[in-house]
């Protein structure tokens, strides 16, 4: 047993440092550090910074203009990201169409879209869930009809995040009305510009319109946009589900958000002349956080030798997936916890982009809530905690 | 042994209800909380004419009896409403931190008009450095003459915006958290120095920062005794965190009673999600955190109106507190993810419940503080 990383790799992670120290502009820093969002224009930008130097898709193969990293290479570049809060790609496009139209499209989709996705031209969102199929996905409804050169689309697909923004969508549409609900469906890439497609934000709880609900009426898609072979789209997606599973964890992201929690601690009054850093139930509250995290971290060391080994990543994912956003939801329950009155007010505006005005509470305290409801919804995306369980139970458990 | 309601509470509980299920739809508490006051005027006469108002004053104040157990039979109504009139600060706080401070004329003045429905209050005791001790006072008032001369920072100010008249909580002399040396006082906040800086809270509450730069009042300003405010201060807000326990014991059976009426209808893999052990378990969960929640603030209510002595009061108040944190935390969570994705958006009830539990467990004292409190005494 060996956790050190090799003197390559060492020599690897320096230069990740060293680029992003330089290349990570300054003022995006600061607004991840205010927990302001960045603007589409700043991740796009981002993007095309990592692009100029090579670094732009770490898990796509090199063919494709990608890094070619082994499994330690793209865990240190994730680290290091996370730390200084860089934002990771934009994963609609690099990590979830992009890995399938390299699997499943034609030569002629490889070369219309990845390219496109490599340099950040062209922005992906993900048409997945409907109003009547969450959890149960494969209950899907969207249909796609066949008429001659084309599909006609209608339907509904919601929790579209950033669907204001994007080019394109990749789609689970049903081709046909099967006996089994899984067997039915296709994969189907959209212009976002088609006649016929309309949009509805829908406003979370913290106040901002980060997910739409997307309406499909009469859409003509140009067949050629279908991935593989029609009906066979369920069977794609599911293998998308296991991939790109390092980094789900968010270690170094909660690495960082320790840091500035017992940061903020530190400098917060307990309210009897100490700081909370003092304070032995908040002390220990963090040291909790810590262990976790740790813990967390090793799981994950694991899972990711076992990739390099060559082993396929099963139902760890899963794993990692339910401890890393509980682990999360944890931290931001103490952000709140840390904040006290300070963040009741409701004032989104402060942590958009551009802001001027008078900032009400310290730091960024009057976040902590904002975040706090957000990322409820970390238990409830992409597999809800619910369903990773069940996969542990049927795959691992054999139950 | 009798756990009934008495013949006025259970009047007081049914006219909460029928005005609830009469004028405060969702829809409605929307539009309240976008106008400018984010209360409703008409609301607050109607309460004041159903004799809402007398509730937390005894007697001889004019009020029903002050009894703590009828403000929680009231508070558990608004919470499953999820209403935001003032109520907490303008008449819980502040009408009854007078009704323990001021006296002869002043004292009828205020409370009949606080009664009446014509007079908004706020109390502007919490800084930035205090977090939930009352004692932590930074703020100053320095006696010039006659007039006495306020300087500070206060946050967290509930219904600033609306107030006529606020309570300031103000040190004149002593140590930072030192007990003596506390003073209240009506502060008119049109006077010159005072800054109020308004905003909507994560619950829909108005609230505000407000700032004292040299703001000079009368010596008669002074509520009470100088410097000797502090013990009618706690008596007050433990008053009120029977008022916001009990009100959280009202948002967490509705969001209960909904979520488990969400799962009788979501239907996935092609059942209702209701009949999946996993989620009834967690159900279950919840309603026996809803019914330790509610056991507890009964007992610290009734506790606070008998005739205990005031550590065993103030130890049962921060008994409730921290309990019924620990079920704000369970049951609002768990709300929200078994309704899944439209739990956490904005045009259903359930998230904005979850915001209101997730405000009440901050005030007055989480969790952790009350723990620490009641360990300490």
């Known amino acids: 047993m060996k956790a050190e990383f090799t003197a390559e790799e060492l020599d690897f992670q320096s230069e990740v440092k060293t680029f992003l120290n330089d290349e990570f502009p300054a003022e995006y820093r600061e607004k991840v550090d205010a927990n302001v969002r960045l603007n589409k224009d700043e991740l796009v930008n981002w993007q095309k910074i990592l692009f100029k130097k090579g670094w732009a898709a770490p898990s796509w193969p090199k063919e494709y203009g990608g890094t070619g990293w082994s499994q330690v290479q793209k865990y240190i570049f994730a680290t290091e990201m996370g730390l200084i809060g860089a934002p990771e790609p934009i994963p609609f496009g690099m990590k979830m169409v992009a890995p399938i139209i390299m699997a499943y499209g034609n030569d002629e989709q490889k070369a219309r879209f990845l390219p496109d996705i490599l340099e950040s031209n062209v922005w992906w969102c993900q048409g997945y869930s409907e109003p009547n199929s969450g959890s149960d996905l494969a209950s899907l409804k969207t249909s796609a009809v066949r008429d001659g050169d084309h599909y006609i689309v209608n339907g509904a697909k919601t929790w579209n995040t950033y669907g204001q923004y994007a080019d394109w969508i990749f789609c689970l549409v049903r081709t046909e009305t099967t006996a089994k609900k899984q067997e039915g469906i296709s994969f189907l890439l959209i212009d976002m510009h088609s006649p016929g497609i309309s949009l509805k934000p829908i406003v979370l709880i913290d106040g901002h319109p980060e997910v739409n609900e997307i309406f499909f009426d009469d859409v003509r898609v140009p067949a050629e946009n279908l991935i593989g072979e029609e009906n066979k789209g369920w069977t794609y997606a599911k293998v998308l589900l296991t991939h790109e599973r390092t980094g789900i964890s968010g270690v170094p992201r909660g690495k960082k958000r320790l840091s500035s929690l017992k940061r903020i601690a530190r400098e917060t009054d307990d309210g009897f002349g100490s700081s909370m850093m003092e304070n032995d139930a908040f002390k220990n509250k963090i040291a909790a956080l810590e262990i976790d995290l740790e813990a967390i971290e090793y799981a994950e060391l694991r899972t990711l030798a076992s990739v390099s080994a060559g082993k396929a990543p099963g139902p760890e994912s899963s794993i990692l997936k339910i401890v890393g956003t509980e682990l999360a939801q944890r931290i931001d329950e103490a952000f709140v916890e840390l904040a006290a009155y300070h963040c009741l007010p409701f004032v989104p505006d402060q942590f958009e982009d551009g802001f001027q005005g008078d900032y009400i509470s310290p730091g960024t305290s009057a976040s902590a809530a904002l975040t706090y409801f957000n990322n409820r919804k970390a238990t409830i995306y992409g597999g809800s905690n619910e369903i990773q369980r069940n996969i542990i139970c049927k795959a691992v458990l054999g139950l | ?377």
């Open chain 2, 1 to 377: 042994m009798d756990f009934s309601y008495s013949e006025v509470q259970q009047m007081l509980q049914d006219s909460v209800k029928k005005f609830v299920s009469k004028n405060y739809d969702f829809d409605t508490r929307s539009k309240i909380i976008e106008s400018d006051s984010g209360y409703s005027e008409e609301n607050w006469k109607l309460f004041a004419e159903l004799g809402w108002l007398t509730v937390p004053f005894s007697e001889e104040d004019g009020g029903l009896g002050g009894s703590a157990v009828d403000l929680m039979v009231m508070m558990e109504e608004f919470g499953k409403a999820n209403l935001v009139e003032p109520y907490l600060p303008s008449v819980v706080l502040c009408g009854c931190l007078i009704s323990e401070l001021a006296t002869g004329e002043v004292k009828e003045q205020m409370l009949g008009k606080l009664v009446g429905g014509d007079l908004q209050l706020a109390l502007a005791a919490s800084e930035t450095g205090s977090r939930f001790n009352s004692s932590k006072v930074a703020t100053t008032a320095k006696s010039n003459g006659n007039s006495i001369v306020i300087n500070g920072r206060k946050i967290a100010v509930l219904n600033g915006s609306n107030a006529n008249e606020l309570l300031v909580v103000a040190r004149e002399s002593g140590g930072e958290v030192d007990a003596d040396g506390i003073s209240v006082f009506l502060v008119n906040p049109d006077t010159p120095g005072v800054t109020v800086r308004s905003f909507t809270n994560i619950d829909g509450q108005k609230s505000s920062e407000i700032d004292f730069t040299d703001v000079t009042v009368a010596a008669s300003a002074r509520l009470g005794e100088q410097g000797k405010a502090l013990m009618a201060i706690e008596k007050v807000i433990d008053k009120a965190i029977i008022a916001v326990s009990a009100e959280a014991v009202g948002v967490l059976e509705t969001l209960l009673q909904k979520t488990v009426e969400y799962s009788k209808t979501r239907k996935q893999f092609g059942t209702v999600i209701g009949t999946f052990q996993a989620l009834q378990h967690r159900m279950a969960d919840m309603f026996i955190e809803c019914q330790l929640a509610r056991s507890i603030v009964v007992m610290a209510a009734m506790k606070l109106d008998g005739s205990a002595g005031q550590t065993e009061k103030t130890k049962a108040v921060s008994a409730a507190k921290s309990r019924v944190g620990k079920a704000i935390r369970k049951v609002s969570q768990e709300a929200v993810q078994i309704h899944g994705g439209i739990g956490v958006t904005n045009e259903l009830d359930v998230g904005h419940y979850f915001k209101r539990a997730t405000a009440l467990e901050i005030m007055f004292g989480n969790t952790d503080y009350h723990i620490e409190r009641f360990a300490s005494l």
